[in-house]
T-cell receptor, first 111, second 111 residues
Framework: QQPVQSPQAVILREGEDAVINCSSSKALYSVHWYRQKHGEAPVFLMI?????EQKGHDKISASFNEKKQQSSLYLTASQLSYSGTYFC????????????FGQGTELSVKP | DGGITQSPKYLFRKEGQNVTLSCEQN?????MYWYRQDPGQGLRLIYY???????QKGDIAEGYSVSREKKESFPLTVTSAQKNPTAFYLC??????????FGQGTRLTVV
């Protein structure tokens, strides 16, 4: 029932772009994106609530497809500070606020 | 300052012992969650609660118990029935349609 994230890991050079995908077998009420540094709590990036919605700030953006079962996180012109593990969190419809996370995507940005 | 507090940061459990992890929030959030994190497995949902005196099992509830007697508090007990409790435990709270706020986590080790 966990959403599936891909890729599992990615290595970038500074300035390169990356896309992380999140796919659910169920229609979703919302999708959350978080970044976690080792040993720390996850930090919120953004939440998408509407099918077809796209959001972004700085050089990180995300989309939520019309059928509301997939989301993608876009990181452009990556910086060293973008390194960490990225998680999508999904709230399926009609499951009373249940928030479940994917297995994570480990992103490493090298100089 | 509003936030979510987990204690202790580190906890050691002997075989056959029950231990309780504390989670307190002063954000006035209705929903609270407990997750377990193991390397490479992302955040797995143990229990969640949408309102006081009510909670639901997540995907890996066996060997755990919770209570929600107050809106601010959602303690997690790791019972002796949980055969592999060594992990990083994260508590979170959410207001409707907004981000999840995470505590700093409790690292539990069986000795």
């Amino acid at each position: 029932q966990q959403p599936v994230q891909s890729p599992q890991a990615v290595i970038l050079r500074e300035g390169e772009d990356a896309v992380i995908n999140c796919s659910s077998s169920k229609a979703l009420y919302s999708v959350h994106w978080y970044r976690q540094k080792h040993g720390e709590a996850p930090v919120f990036l953004m939440i998408l609530l509407k099918g077809g919605e796209q959001k972004g700030h700085d050089k990180i953006s995300a989309s939520f497809n019309e059928k509301k079962q997939q989301s993608s996180l876009y990181l452009t012109a990556s910086q060293l500070s973008y390194s960490g593990t990225y998680f999508c969190g999904t709230e399926p419809f009609r499951q009373g606020g249940k928030l479940i996370f994917g297995q994570g995507t480990e992103l490493s940005v090298k100089p | 300052d509003g936030g979510i507090t987990q204690s202790p940061k580190y906890l050691f459990r002997k075989e056959g012992q029950n231990v309780t992890l504390s989670c307190e929030q002063n954000l006035n959030h209705d929903a609270m969650y407990w997750y377990r994190q193991d390397p490479g497995q992302g955040l797995r949902l143990i229990y969640y609660s949408q309102i006081v005196n009510d909670f639901q099992k997540g995907d890996i509830a066996e060997g755990y118990s919770v209570s929600r007697e107050k809106k601010e508090s959602f303690p997690l007990t790791v019972t002796s029935a949980q055969k592999n409790p060594t992990a990083f435990y994260l508590c979170a709270s959410i207001a409707l349609n907004t981000e999840a706020f995470f505590g700093q986590g409790t690292r539990l080790t069986v000795v």
